[in-house]
């Protein structure tokens, strides 16, 4: 079957830098998408990978290593908006998106 | 557990055509379903909250006449693309919300890809 397989709740201290890791397994592979929502939002599209390495954006980086089935969601400089879920989700060979249930992130003072 | 579906998975139809399509949350029941629409490497927008029972509420900018929701049973809501035309091409996702979950709790389907030539 497939799967996505992610932490379900982070605590991370503000100021600091906090890894959100990612494994699937999924029938294909057309690309691994990170998104961020906040309680009672949509989720708002923070990244997508298709090529193994790592690809920074501002405060936010997203890795891939597609030999691993493995990805990471880096966020630096935390911030006390940056609380929300965080959202993996990979494309399969049929681009069908397989969610995987999400990483509620808490940021603290 | 808190799986969603959607029927079908992808769909080609022709311009001036309407199109069905199922989102069922197949074991839990969900009082309230999500209607979104993705552009490529775009954010997920939210087109429209259908609640059992009662009317969708549309988003800002949103046709509800050409974008038909019903959420008929606690399992299943459909979204109706009427009349479709080229521009309409987009990959449509729903998404379910536990009865008497979190409002952020909810659960995505693998989504639709609706091509229109």
């Known amino acids: 079957g497939q799967n996505i397989d992610q932490p379900t709740e982070m605590t991370a201290t503000e100021g600091a830098i906090v890894q959100i890791n990612c494994t699937y397994q999924t029938s294909g592979f057309n690309g691994l998408f990170w998104y961020q929502q906040h309680a009672g939002e949509a989720p708002t599209f923070l990244s997508y990978?298709?090529l193994d390495g790592l690809e920074e954006k501002g405060r936010f980086s997203s890795f891939l290593s597609r030999s691993k089935g493995y990805s990471y969601l880096l966020l630096k400089e935390l911030q006390m908006k940056d609380s929300a879920s965080y959202l993996c989700a990979v494309m399969d060979s049929n681009y069908q998106l397989i969610w995987g249930a999400g990483t509620k992130l808490i940021i603290k003072p | 557990g808190a799986v969603v579906s959607q029927h079908p998975s992808w769909v080609i139809c022709k311009s001036g055509t309407s199109v069905k399509i199922e989102c069922r949350s197949l074991d839990f029941q969900a009082t309230t379903m999500f209607w979104y629409r993705q552009f490529p490497k775009q954010s997920l927008m939210l087109m429209a909250t259908s609640n059992e029972g009662s009317k969708a509420t549309y988003e800002q900018g949103v046709e509800k006449d050409k974008f038909l929701i019903n959420h008929a049973s606690l399992t299943l809501s459909t979204l109706t693309v009427t009349s479709a035309h080229p521009e309409d091409s987009s990959f449509y996702i729903c998404?379910?919300?536990?009865?008497?979950?979190?409002?952020?709790?909810?659960?995505f389907g693998p989504g639709t890809r609706l091509t229109v030539t």
């Open positions: 990978n298709v």
């Open positions: 998404s379910a919300g536990l009865a008497g979950g979190d409002t952020g709790e909810q659960y």
